[in-house]
């Protein structure tokens, strides 16, 4: 008897069936493959595209016309694909191959997505914190599957990092730094140190006390809560990777937060997304971030409520809560010959 | 009432309907993060066993979010047409997946029995199907509605024309429109995403894309897709909106989260009905997508599908135009990988085609999650053969300003010819006076912009 023989049997006597299984078939007797199987059929008459396919080998070889190179016919970007570009990053004007994107359109759509997907894979090493003189924390996440498949593990503490953040970190502060991995490592361990650098000068610079620089690992944004609350932070600030797009896995995003505690949710959070060489520099990401750490310190608040209107024209397209800046499209693919 | 089964002398023993239900759903991340997944693969299938024997009516009595605490499940207890119901009510799940699957019932007969049936009862008959199932029954399903043009009629396959952009730039929004349309796209409806959601904006938008239907004489819907709220205070500017759209959840605390409610929505759609520039008689538009109601910590303890399920028991309420979910937008802590999006994506059809909708789908992924572009691809030919009313469409399909990666402009004539559909008999009619398409060959016009004007 086979495994599924018994599963089946045991489904279908649950199932209220009379009968057990009936027995297996017995091998059948085959017929050797001399005897025609099925003598009574007509023969069967080609569709008329059949026959004009069952050209005789002889005539293949030597066609009617004779071809010396193939060359497809291909629309190549055009004028329209320029003057869009002032207007969109969208990949318009492209051309087709039939109804197919010619070759170099499917090359750079592959680099974009390679890249993207190649940013996500990277892994933050466990001592790259300690490396850059970080004090280094871990969520509650252990490999990265978990950390892409359980959202609420990456938004606390694991026991030992809580242990060390309560031992070794300065508490009663105004601001706490955070850098973490967040959706793209890349990005963190790109231009993650120089952002966490610049924005603490900054913050310094205005006379605000600052907390211990810290780097957490498998880390999504509302960890700055459980860390703010616990080193008694009047504002704590998360600086992480964001997620990819095509072609962009070195973008961050930093999401600042106003008397952290666990249990905030993201209508009291601002934001600013898209820091990066050909976004926003991290020396100046740095100085707007400061701005709306200054802002949440005076007003003692953030996220939709918080005023800035005195400040917009500074703080470009920091204090946000909508979407992610838009993307410039670099050409990825260049070939050598 | 008993709800277990034996599989190899073990003994599964279920608490609930809502438990049965969770547990015969096939593997997804969001069930496991919610923590109603089955433990493993055999007691899913006992889950299943259960659930092929419980009666229709079972499944009517144990709403998994009770009728006091929400005013989804009073809305479909209370309008659910009775006539329809007392003609599957004896029937079991196993047996009504059967009778779906019958080559004597039609898609007459199922659209006849379908206002009968409450959300649960649609997601309990997907989970005692392969994607096969879905696909067969979902091809028999005859949705037909109509705003300017007609849309679910057999043979045809729509597209939804999606030119975002992250900042509303009205003259970068026009040339990926003017793109997409030269590829046959956006018979269903030209809808566009805004980064702002003000009426201002949103009103912006939809002249501009009035003004090119306008000119070149496109048969087909607009729509900007800014909260319900913000579209009616456009209306009430007197902007020209084909159709009004919201994105809808599984349950009233769901819904709160979204902003709106049953009374909101009603108010909405009689200002579309009085104010709408359409002739309708369909003019809502709605998005859903497996995960939502978990994300708001609003799922009651019930599996993502049959939260779903109950997306559509909303929608039903307002004979929308379109309804389609949003597959892989969520992402991989709801829908791990290509797997499980392709699963989602073929549920979720069927079950709306199921309850009456005319359901399109967004199959996507972001770039998080673990499918594959070929995936992506090979889903759009499996949702096309299951009679899919429509897909979405934009440049290499990459949503520029939403960050996750759709179908393309180029996949629907490509879907097109290999299953032999054409798009609403208006559009189809355009796209050979432009030259755009010959039949379901590309014609001269085809991926040329300036046909455009």
Known sequence: ?337 | MRLAASIRGTQYAFKSVKEVLAKANPPKSGDVLAGVAARDPVERVAARAVLSELELKTLRENPVVPYEEDELTRLVEDSLDETAFRAVAHLSVGELREWLLCAKTSGAMIRAVSPGLTPEIAAAAAKLMSNMDLMTVGAKCEVVVRANSTLGLPGRLSSRLQPNHPSDDVEGILYSMREGLCYGCGDAVIGINPATDTPESTAEILRAVDDVMRRNRIPTQHCVLSHVTVQMKALELGTPMDLMFQSLAGSEQANRAFGISVPLMDEAWEIMKAKGSTRGPNRMYFETGQGSALSSAANHDADQVTMEARCYGFARRYQPFLVNTVVGFIGPEYLEDGQQITRAALEDHFMGKLLGLPMGCDACFTYHSRMAQDELECLEVLLGAAGCTYLMSLPVGDDIMLNYQSTSYHDIPSVRRLLAKRPTPEFDAWLAETGIMDGLAPGPGFGDPKVIR
């Open chain 1, 1 to 337: 008897m086979s495994l599924t023989r018994d599963l089946m049997c045991e489904l279908r006597a649950r199932l209220g069936a009379s009968a057990a299984m009936p027995p297996p078939p017995a091998p059948r007797h085959v017929e050797p493959l001399s005897v025609p199987r099925f003598p009574s059929l007509p023969e069967v008459t080609p569709l008329r595209e059949e026959r004009a396919q069952a050209v005789p080998a002889a005539e293949l070889a030597s066609p009617d016309v004779a071809v010396r190179r193939v060359s497809p016919l291909r629309s190549r970007p055009n004028a329209f694909a320029a003057e869009a570009a002032r207007h969109t990053t969208a990949l318009v004007g492209i051309g087709h191959v039939g109804t197919r994107y010619a070759t170099d359109v499917v090359l750079q759509f592959q680099a974009e997505l390679a890249v993207a997907h190649q940013a996500v894979d990277t892994v933050l090493p466990e001592d790259w914190a300690q490396s850059q003189g970080l004090l280094g924390l871990k969520s509650r996440v252990s490999d990265h599957r978990e950390f892409l498949l359980r959202p609420d593990l990456g938004r606390r503490l694991d026991e030992p990092s809580l242990a060390v953040l309560r031992e070794r970190a300065a508490k009663d502060i105004d601001i706490q730094p955070i850098l973490a991995d967040g959706l793209s490592a890349v990005a963190c361990m790109g231009s993650g140190k120089r952002l966490l650098d610049a924005f603490i000068r900054e913050c310094q610079s205005r006379g605000w006390s600052v907390g211990t620089p810290l780097c957490a690992r498998f880390a999504r944004v509302w960890l700055e809560d459980e860390i703010g609350q616990t080193v008694r932070a009047k504002v704590a600030a998360i600086l992480l990777g964001e997620r990819p797009g095509l072609g962009t896995g070195d973008g961050l995003s930093a999401y600042l937060v106003y008397d952290p505690k666990v249990g905030n949710t993201d209508g009291l959070r601002n934001m600013m997304s898209n820091i990066h060489e050909r976004g926003t520099p991290p020396e100046q990401a740095a100085k707007r971030l400061a701005l709306l750490a200054g802002a949440m310190l005076q007003q003692r608040r953030s996220g939709v409520s918080l005023d800035l209107s005195a400040i917009a024209a500074e703080l470009g397209d920091a204090g946000t809560t909508g979407y992610r800046a838009a993307q410039e499209r670099v050409r990825l693919v260049e070939t050598q010959r």
